[in-house]
C-alpha cells in the first residue's frame, strides 16, 4: 500500500478499473467522470479508447445538464442509449454534434454516502439494441468497484478532485502476429495503397502505392495527420468520416479529389488500436481501362448541413411565439434537407391538431384536423402517442407500414419526427418530398436531432402564448368593457398590446359620465410591463373613479396621495380632462403624460399646450395645473399613450407632426380614425410598447 497522500497511486488504480470495466464490458471505449465536493459539475478524470480532440467538449458536464452522465448520477439509474436514432432523441443537442453509429451506457458512481461520479461506455454502431442481462451486471459490478475505490480514497484523506485535463489511457495490445516485414510485404502486394492511422489520426504505416497517390512522400506524412500534411484533404467532411469510423467501429468511405483530376476512393476499417485505409484510384478494377474517366461530383460535407442546423438551433432560442418557432423550421430545415412540404402537429383532446404547415393546401391540411390519436392509423399518431419516428422513402413503404392512410396529397417521401421534451411527446413535425427520397442512417440521427431542439423551442413558445393570453386577458378584465354614452359626445378607442416580450403593460383609458351633458376622459401609463403594472393601473383606474367629479387638480392629487401610501416602487403618467359639453370647454390636468391632440372645428390639428406635473406616486406634494381649452362642436381630441409616438431612432416632434397630419386627414366616422390610428404602428412590426388612444368629438346635443 502506498503513503496515504500518494495521489499518482490512487489514480493509477483508477484507470486500472476504468481499463478493467471497459475490456469486461466489451466496450470500445470509456471514461469516468468525477464530482468534486462542493460542486455540480462533473470532471471527467480519465478516457480510454478515444482521443482526446474527440472527447474536449465533454470533460465538463453540468450536473443539471441533459446528459447521459448527469442523468444517470442525478436520477441514481443506468442509462442506456442502444442506437443513434435513440441518442438522438434522448439527448439531442448532443447528438448534433455526434450524428455516429453507436451504443452508450452510463452508471452512476455512488455509495450510499455519496455520489462521486459516472462511468461511461461506448460499444461500436453494431452492438445489438438491448443490454443483454450479464452485460448490465458487469457495468452495474465496475461502477460498484469504481465507487469502492473512490470511497477509499477519501478515507485515507484524498478528497475526489479532477485533473486539468482527464487522462488518455493507452491501449494494450497483443503483439503483430505476423514479423513486420512479411506484414509490409503482404500489404505492398495488395493492389492500390495502404495507410495505417492511430486513434489520434496520425499516420503510422504507409506503402509506396499509398505514397505515389498521395501525391507525396513517406517522411512528410509519417507521424501527420493527413488532412493537415495534405491541404486537398482539409475538408470537415474527410474529419468527419475518421471520427465515424473511430465511434461506430463501422466501414466509411469517401471519394476526394487530387488535384488536379486524380478522384480517390478511401475506404477506412477501424479497430481498437486504430484504423487501416485502403486508397484505390475512383475508376480502378477490372474494366478501368473501358471506363472513360468523368467528372465525379464533390462530396457532399454534412460539415455545410450541421451550420445550418447550428445556426437553426441558435434562432429557436430566440424564436417567441409557436409561430416563430413554425415559421424558422420552414425557412431553415426544409431548404437544409431539400424537403417540399412540412407540417406541425399536436394533440389536442385525444385528437390530432395541424398547428402550422408549408408546401400544402389548406384543403390537404384540414384531412389530417381532428383524427383520434390511433397510432395504427398513420405515422403521426404513432410519433405523438410512442415517440417512434418514421422514414418512407417512397409510398409503396409507407403503404406497407400503413395501408389505411389515404395518399392524396402527391407526395412522394415522408420524415415524421416525434416532438419530444422531458420525456413527454407535444406533437411532430412532419418533413414531405415530391420525390422518392432515401433516408441515409446519418441523416436519420441529424432529422431526430432535431426534431428535440425543435420540440424544446415549440414547448416552451406554447408556454409564452399560455401566458401571454393569460396575461392581456388580465389587462384587457381591468380595461371597461364599454365606454358610457353621453349626449353631445361621440367616442371611440382602442388599445394595441406590444408585440416583443411576453409582459404585459399598465395602459389605459376611461370615460366616466358625470351628468346630463359633463363627462370624464381620462388615459394613463403605468411605468413597466408586468402584472405589478398591470394591478397598479386597476387601483389608479379605482382612485379616478372614486374621486371624478371634484376639480380636475384634486382628482389627480388624491390619486397621487393614494400612489404615494402604497409605494409601489412604480410611478404613473396620467391626464385628466372634464368636458363640460354645455359650455363647450374641456379642463385638462397632466401628470407628466403626452399632451393631446385637437382639431378645432375648421382648422388644423394642433398639440395642447398643457404643464405637466409630477407623475403619480412620485411626491405627495406635487400640484397640477388646469388648462382650460375651447372644445367646440366638431372638435376633435386625441388622448394617447406614447406608445404611439415613441419608437426607437424616431423623432418625437416629427411623430407628433404625423399624427396630426392623420387627424387632419380623418374620416368623418370615429371608428375609422381610430382604426387609423393604430393601423401604421401595427405595420411598423415590433413593438416594445402598448398603444391606448380614446378619441372624443363634440357633437350638438
Known amino acids: 500500500m502506498p503513503a496515504a497522500g500518494d495521489a499518482a497511486w490512487w489514480d493509477e488504480r483508477l484507470d486500472e478499473a476504468l481499463t478493467a470495466v471497459v475490456d469486461e464490458c466489451g466496450a470500445s471505449s470509456g471514461g469516468v467522470y468525477l464530482l468534486p465536493d462542493h460542486e455540480d459539475v462533473l470532471h471527467l478524470a480519465a478516457v480510454r479508447g478515444l482521443p482526446a480532440e474527440f472527447i474536449a467538449p465533454w470533460t465538463r458536464t453540468a450536473l443539471a445538464a441533459p446528459a447521459p452522465t448527469s442523468d444517470a448520477l442525478r436520477e441514481h439509474r443506468l442509462v442506456w442509449s442502444g442506437s443513434q436514432q435513440d441518442f438522438a432523441r434522448m439527448y439531442p443537442r448532443i447528438a448534433v454534434t455526434m450524428p455516429y453509429h453507436f451504443a452508450l451506457a452510463a452508471a452512476p458512481i455512488r455509495t450510499a454516502e455519496r455520489r462521486w461520479g459516472a462511468l461511461l461506455l461506448l460499444w461500436p454502431g453494431a452492438h445489438p439494441p438491448h443490454l443483454t442481462p450479464v452485460e448490465r451486471d458487469r457495468i452495474t459490478a465496475g461502477s460498484d468497484r469504481l465507487a469502492d475505490l473512490l470511497a477509499r480514497a477519501a478515507g485515507v484523506g484524498l478528497p475526489v478532485t479532477a485533473p486539468g485535463r482527464p487522462r488518455v489511457l493507452p491501449l494494450q495490445l497483443d503483439e503483430a502476429k505476423l514479423p513486420a516485414s512479411a506484414a509490409t510485404a503482404f500489404a505492398e502486394r495488395l493492389p492500390g495503397g495502404s495507410c495505417g492511422l492511430d486513434l489520434n489520426g496520425r499516420v503510422t504505416f504507409l506503402t509506396e502505392a499509398a505514397c505515389d497517390l498521395l501525391g507525396a512522400e513517406r517522411e512528410d506524412l509519417l507521424g501527420a495527420i493527413p488532412w493537415q500534411a495534405l491541404p486537398w484533404l482539409d475538408d470537415p467532411v474527410y474529419e468527419d468520416r475518421y471520427r465515424a469510423a473511430i465511434i461506430s467501429r463501422q466501414p466509411v468511405a469517401f471519394t476526394a479529389l487530387r488535384p488536379p483530376d486524380h478522384w480517390l476512393d478511401f475506404r477506412l476499417y477501424s479497430g481498437e488500436d486504430g484504423i487501416s485505409v485502403r486508397i484505390t484510384p475512383a475508376n480502378s478494377g477490372p474494366d478501368a481501362a473501358a471506363v472513360p474517366a468523368r467528372p465525379r461530383p464533390a462530396p457532399v460535407s454534412r460539415a455545410g448541413q450541421l451550420y445550418q442546423i447550428m445556426h437553426l438551433a441558435a434562432a429557436l432560442t430566440e424564436a417567441v411565439t409557436a409561430d416563430d418557432v413554425i415559421a424558422l423550421v420552414a425557412e431553415q430545415i426544409m431548404p437544409a434537407f431539400d424537403a417540399q412540404g412540412l407540417a406541425m402537429m399536436s394533440a389536442e383532446d385525444g385528437r390530432l391538431q395541424v398547428t402550422g404547415y408549408r408546401g400544402y393546401t389548406a384543403e390537404q391540411m384540414d384531412r389530417f384536423n381532428s383524427i383520434p390519436l390511433d397510432e395504427r392509423i398513420a405515422p403521426m399518431m404513432r410519433a405523438i402517442t410512442a415517440g417512434a419516428p418514421g422514414f418512407f422513402g417512397a409510398p409503396a413503404e409507407l403503404a406497407r407500414a400503413y395501408p389505411e392512410v389515404p395518399q392524396v396529397t402527391g407526395k412522394k417521401a415522408w420524415a415524421v419526427l416525434p416532438l419530444i421534451t422531458s420525456g413527454r411527446p407535444v406533437g411532430c413535425c412532419l418533413l414531405a418530398y415530391d420525390e422518392p427520397h432515401r433516408f441515409a442512417a446519418d441523416e436519420r440521427t441529424v432529422l431526430t436531432s432535431l426534431a428535440g431542439l425543435i420540440a424544446q423551442a415549440l414547448d416552451r413558445a406554447h408556454l409564452y402564448d399560455t401566458k401571454s393570453r393569460l396575461a392581456h386577458g388580465l389587462q384587457q378584465a381591468l380595461l371597461p368593457h364599454a365606454l358610457p354614452a353621453v349626449a353631445g359626445l361621440r367616442i371611440a378607442s382602442r388599445y394595441l398590446p406590444a408585440t416583443r416580450g411576453m409582459d404585459i403593460g399598465g395602459d389605459f383609458y376611461d370615460l366616466i359620465r358625470l351628468g346630463p351633458t359633463e363627462a370624464a376622459a381620462v388615459i394613463g401609463d403605468v411605468q413597466g410591463h408586468n402584472v405589478p403594472a398591470a ?153 416594445a410598447d402598448d398603444i391606448a388612444t380614446l378619441l372624443l368629438r363634440a357633437t350638438p346635443h
Open 535 to 687: 394591478a397598479l393601473m386597476g387601483q389608479v383606474r379605482t382612485a379616478v373613479h372614486a374621486t371624478a367629479g371634484a376639480a380636475p387638480d384634486q382628482v389627480l392629487v388624491r390619486a397621487n396621495r393614494l400612489l404615494c401610501d402604497l409605494d409601489p416602487d412604480l410611478f404613473t403618467t396620467c391626464l385628466y380632462a372634464h368636458l363640460d359639453l354645455a359650455a363647450h370647454r374641456a379642463y385638462v390636468v397632466s401628470a407628466g403624460h403626452p399632451p393631446p391632440l385637437l382639431r378645432p372645428p375648421g382648422e388644423a390639428t394642433r398639440v395642447l399646450d398643457i404643464p405637466p406635473g409630477l407623475p403619480l406616486g412620485v411626491d405627495t406634494g406635487s400640484a397640477y395645473p388646469i388648462t382650460d381649452v375651447p372644445f367646440d362642436v366638431g372638435a376633435l381630441m386625441l388622448l394617447y399613450t406614447d406608445g404611439l409616438v415613441e419608437a426607437p431612432d424616431t423623432d418625437l416632434d416629427r411623430a407628433l407632426a404625423v399624427v396630426a397630419a392623420r387627424l387632419d386627414r380623418a374620416a368623418p366616422d370615429l371608428e375609422t380614425v381610430a382604426t387609423d390610428l393604430v393601423a401604421t404602428a401595427q405595420q411598423s412590426g415590433q413593438r
